[in-house]
C-alpha cells in the first residue's frame, strides 16, 4: 500500500501501466515494477542501456508486498535536472490510488540460472508483476492518491511517524517488523539470526497479532454491553481494518478469515471447527491468486497453523503442567514440526534451537505485541508524541534481541541442510499425521492388576522413531558423491568462486565472490550464493578454503562463509594487503582457530591422493609495480585427475601470465600447463590476452566467471582469441553455475 524504501532504492508498483516506447503505446492489466536508486548506488548501477529501450508509464500505484520501515527516509534519489529528493517525503505523496508518470528503462529482472538459487522474476510473478523499470528524474504525480487503499495507507504513516518519533532508528526497525510486518530495514545479520532461532514468523503479522486486536475488541463489545450482531460488525471491522494495514499479506488474510468464522460460530453458538476454517482461508486465498499457492509465505502461514491445530491440541494432554504453561511449550513444538521440511527447503538449514527459542521468545513478543498495539491506537488519536507505549514495546524489544543473538550464537544452533526431496516431505507429513492420530486416539487404562492400551497409543513410539529417522535424513541428505571429481564455478556475479569435490569426497573452495566496498549494493554472494550452494551440495564441512587474492570480488564472500561452515584449513598469497575486510577475514580465523597457510609456486596441496594439485602463483619473488600487483600475485592452482587438467588462475594478468609459462619452461613446475579446462584469468579482461600463454595451455573448455559490471569484462576479443584456438567459452553470467565433472578419462558439462 505504499513504496518501499530500502538503503540504497525506492520502489513502487504500477496497476494497468500505460507504457510509451517513442511513438508505440502499450497497456496491460499486469504489473510494472518502479525502482529509483539512491545517487551513490546509480554509480555502481551498470547504465548500459543497450538492450533496452527509454519508456514512460503511467497509471495506479498498487499495494507492494514490502512495505518501507520509515527508518530510510533519509535516502536521496535523484530528481530533475540531478537535484536531490529525499525517499521519505516522495513516498508520503505516492499513496495508493495517485496516478503518476516515470521515465526510465525498461529491464527483465534476474532470473534463477542455478539450483537452490532465489529466482527474483518467479517472485515478482507470482505477484502480477510483468517487468521491472529503472526510473530515472523523479515521479510527476499526475493526479494524487485517493480512495479507502489511500486511507490505510495514510493510516500506516501515522503510526510509522510515531513508531519513529519514539524510539532510536534500531529499535523503530525492529518493532515496526514485528507490528506492520516491515522487513526492508532487516539487515543479512538480523535475517541470519532470526532463521539460525526459527523465529521468522515473527516478523509475518499474523494469528499472534490478529489474537490481541480479537481479544481487545471482544472486551470493548462486551463493556458496551453489545449485543450479537453489533459485536460480530465491531469486530470484525477491527480484524480486517488491520489486515488492511498490513496490505492483507497471505498469514494475516488467514488468520483474518478463521478469526470471523470462528466469532460467527461463537457469538450464533455452533460448533466451531479450527480445521474447516483454515480449509476456508486458503480457498479464500487461492480463489483471489491462485499462484500463492507455490509462495513460501503461503506454505508457512498454513502449515504452522495446521500443525498448531492438529498437534498441539493434542500435544497438551501429555505434558504435566500448569494451564497456560502447557500452550507455551506445545504450540511453538507443534508449528515447528511442521514447518521444517519447509525450512530446510527454502533456507537450507534446520534450526536445532527453534523450539527452545520460540519457547523464550514467543511470550515476550506477545506482551511487545500488546504494548504495540497500545501504541498504535494513541498514535492514531495523539499523533506526533513520544508514545509510552513504544517507548515500552522498545525497551522489550532489547531482551529479545539479546536473547535471539545468544541462541544464535551457540555453535550448531543451525544446520545447513540441502533440500529435501519431495517424496521426504511427503512421509515426514504423513508421518506427522500418524502421530496426530495416536496422541488424540491413544489412551491407556490401568487397573488393579493389569492395564489397557488403545491400538492407536501402540504405534508411538514407532512413529516417533521413524520421525526421528526422517529428521536425520533431512539434516544430512539422501544424496551421495559421485566418486568422480566436481569441479563447480559458482555464478556470485561479478567475482570468483570454485568449489572443487574429489573423488574421496574432499573438498576445497576458491575464493567466494564478493561486492566492492564503494557499492552501495546489499548483496553478499558468500552469503546469499555459496554458502546455499554449499548446504545445495551437502557440505557443511570444508577440507580447504582457499583466497587467491585479497580482492573485494574474491575474499568479500569469505566472512559469511567462515560463519556458516567449518573450515579445515585456509590458504591464501602471501601478498600483504592492509584492508577491513582483510583483517576481519584474520580475525575470524583467528577466533575459530582455523590454521593459515601461505602458498607459493612450487607447493603441492594433499587433498586427495587421486588428484594432483600443484602451486604455480604466486612466484617466490612477488611483483611489484606492475598494473595490478594483487592481480599477478594471485594463487594459481594446477589439478591433474588421470588425463584431465584444471588451470585455475586467479585475476592473472599479461606479467603474470609470461611469469608463468617462463617458470614452467624452465622447468620449475609441471611438465607443461597444457589443459582440459582453463578459469579465464581476470574475468577475460583485455589485460588477460597473452599468446604465449594461449600456446601453452591450448584449453578444450574456458571457463569465464563474470556477472553485470562497468569494465567490460569479458572483452569481446579475448572470447573471439579462444574460440579460434578451438575452445568452447562458458559464462556464469549466462550459463549460472557451472559444473565440470570427470573420472579421469572423459569430461561431462552439467
Not at 310 to 329: D, K, Q, T
Not at 569 to 578: G, V
Not at 643 to 663: A, C, H, K, N, P
Request: hydrophobic share 45%; with cysteine.
Amino acid at each position: 500500500n505504499l513504496p518501499s524504501v530500502y538503503p540504497n532504492r525506492l520502489v513502487f508498483v504500477l496497476e494497468e501501466p500505460v507504457v510509451s516506447l517513442d511513438k508505440e503505446r502499450w497497456q496491460g492489466n499486469e504489473k510494472l515494477q518502479v525502482v529509483y536508486y539512491s545517487i551513490a548506488a546509480e554509480e555502481a548501477v551498470d547504465e548500459s542501456a543497450s538492450s533496452q529501450q527509454t519508456g514512460t508509464a503511467g497509471s495506479t500505484s498498487s499495494s507492494v508486498d514490502n512495505r518501507t520501515t520509515g527508518s530510510n527516509n533519509k535516502l536521496v534519489i535523484t530528481g530533475a535536472g540531478g537535484t536531490g529528493i529525499e525517499a521519505g517525503h516522495l513516498r508520503s505523496k505516492l499513496l495508493p490510488g495517485a496516478a503518476v508518470r516515470v521515465e526510465g528503462f525498461l529491464e527483465l529482472t534476474e532470473t534463477a540460472l542455478s539450483p537452490g538459487e532465489f529466482d527474483y522474476r518467479a517472485y515478482l510473478e507470482r505477484r502480477g508483476i510483468l517487468t521491472q523499470l529503472k526510473a530515472q528524474g523523479s515521479p510527476q504525480i499526475r493526479v494524487p492518491g485517493k480512495g479507502l487503499r489511500c486511507f490505510w495507507a495514510s493510516l500506516r504513516l501515522r503510526m510509522e511517524t510515531g513508531i519513529n518519533n519514539s524510539l532510536p532508528r534500531e529499535d523503530a526497525l525492529f518493532l515496526q517488523g514485528i507490528m506492520l510486518g516491515s522487513k526492508e530495514g532487516m539487515t543479512l545479520e538480523d535475517r541470519d539470526i532470526y532463521q539460525r532461532t526459527g523465529v521468522m514468523h515473527l516478523f509475518a503479522v499474523s494469528g499472534l497479532h490478529l489474537g490481541f486486536v480479537f481479544v481487545a475488541l471482544l472486551a470493548l463489545a462486551s463493556s458496551f454491553g453489545l449485543k450479537r450482531v453489533p459485536t460480530f460488525f465491531l469486530v470484525t471491522a477491527g480484524l480486517w481494518g488491520y489486515a488492511a494495514l498490513i496490505d492483507f499479506t497471505p498469514p494475516i488474510t488467514r488468520a483474518a478469515v478463521m478469526a470471523t468464522v470462528g466469532l460467527g460460530a461463537h457469538l450464533w453458538q455452533q460448533r466451531q471447527n479450527t480445521g474447516n476454517s483454515l480449509a476456508l482461508a486458503a480457498l479464500v486465498l487461492l480463489l483471489l491468486n491462485p499462484a500463492a499457492l507455490f509462495d513460501p509465505g503461503f506454505q508457512f502461514s498454513f502449515a504452522a497453523t495446521w500443525g498448531i491445530i492438529y498437534l498441539g491440541v493434542p500435544l497438551c494432554r501429555y505434558l504435566p503442567l500448569p494451564s497456560g504453561f502447557r500452550e507455551a511449550v506445545t504450540v511453538p513444538v507443534a508449528a515447528q514440526l511442521a514447518v521444517l521440511p519447509f525450512t530446510a527447503y527454502y533456507f537450507h538449514q534446520t534450526a536445532l534451537l527453534g523450539m527452545v527459542a520460540n519457547i523464550l521468545v514467543v511470550p515476550l513478543a506477545g506482551l511487545l505485541v500488546y504494548l504495540g498495539l497500545a501504541g498504535m491506537v494513541l498514535a492514531l488519536i495523539v499523533p506526533g508524541i513520544m508514545n509510552p507505549f513504544f517507548l515500552s514495546a522498545g525497551a522489550l524489544s532489547l531482551p529479545i534481541k539479546g536473547l535471539l543473538g545468544l541462541l544464535a550464537g551457540i555453535p550448531g544452533a543451525a544446520l545447513l541442510v540441502p533440500p529435501p526431496p519431495l517424496w521426504l516431505v511427503g512421509i515426514w507429513f504423513v508421518l506427522l499425521v500418524l502421530l496426530g492420530w495416536t496422541l488424540r486416539e491413544g489412551f491407556t487404562v490401568t487397573f488393579p492388576h493389569f492395564s489397557f492400551r488403545s491400538a492407536a497409543s501402540r504405534f508411538t513410539a514407532p512413529i516417533l522413531l521413524a520421525l526421528v529417522c526422517c529428521f536425520l535424513l533431512i539434516c544430512t541428505g539422501t544424496g551421495h558423491g559421485s566418486g568422480k571429481l566436481e569441479v563447480t564455478f559458482l555464478n556470485v556475479g561479478q567475482g570468483d568462486s570454485i568449489l572443487v569435490r574429489t573423488p574421496a569426497g574432499r573438498t576445497m573452495l576458491i575464493d567466494a565472490g564478493g561486492s566492492p566496498s564503494y557499492s552501495s549494493s546489499s548483496f553478499d554472494p558468500g552469503r546469499q550464493v555459496v554458502v546455499p550452494a554449499l548446504a545445495q551440495m551437502g557440505i557443511r564441512r570444508l577440507d580447504l578454503l582457499v583466497n587467491s587474492h585479497p580482492h573485494e570480488d574474491h575474499l568479500g564472500g569469505i566472512p559469511a562463509v567462515l560463519d556458516n561452515v567449518k573450515v579445515g584449513r585456509f590458504a591464501s598469497s602471501p601478498l600483504e594487503h592492509s584492508t577491513p575486510l582483510v583483517a576481519q577475514v584474520q580475525q575470524q580465523l583467528e577466533q575459530k582457530k582455523v590454521p593459515v597457510s601461505q602458498l607459493h609456486a612450487g607447493d603441492t596441496i594433499m587433498l586427495d591422493p587421486a588428484v594432483k594439485i600443484s602451486v604455480l602463483g604466486p612466484p617466490q619473488t612477488l611483483f611489484s609495480g606492475t598494473r595490478s600487483d594483487a592481480n599477478n600475485n594471485s594463487v594459481v592452482l594446477y589439478m591433474i585427475y588421470g588425463r584431465i587438467s584444471f588451470l585455475l588462475t586467479g585475476d592473472l594478468e599479461q606479467e603474470g601470465m609470461s611469469e608463468l609459462v617462463s617458470w614452467v619452461n624452465h622447468g620449475g613446475g609441471p611438465e607443461g600447463i597444457r589443459s582440459s579446462v582453463l578459469k579465464a584469468p581476470h574475468h577475460g579482461s583485455k589485460y588477460s590476452i597473452n599468446p604465449e600463454f594461449a600456446a601453452s595451455v591450448r584449453p578444450q573448455v574456458v571457463v569465464i566467471s563474470v556477472g553485470r559490471n562497468t569494465f567490460g569484462h569479458p572483452d569481446p576479443a579475448v572470447i573471439r582469441s579462444w574460440e579460434e584456438q578451438g575452445a568452447r567459452t562458458l559464462r556464469t553470467d549466462e550459463q549460472g553455475n557451472i559444473t565440470l565433472i570427470t573420472d579421469g578419462a572423459k569430461l561431462m558439462i552439467k
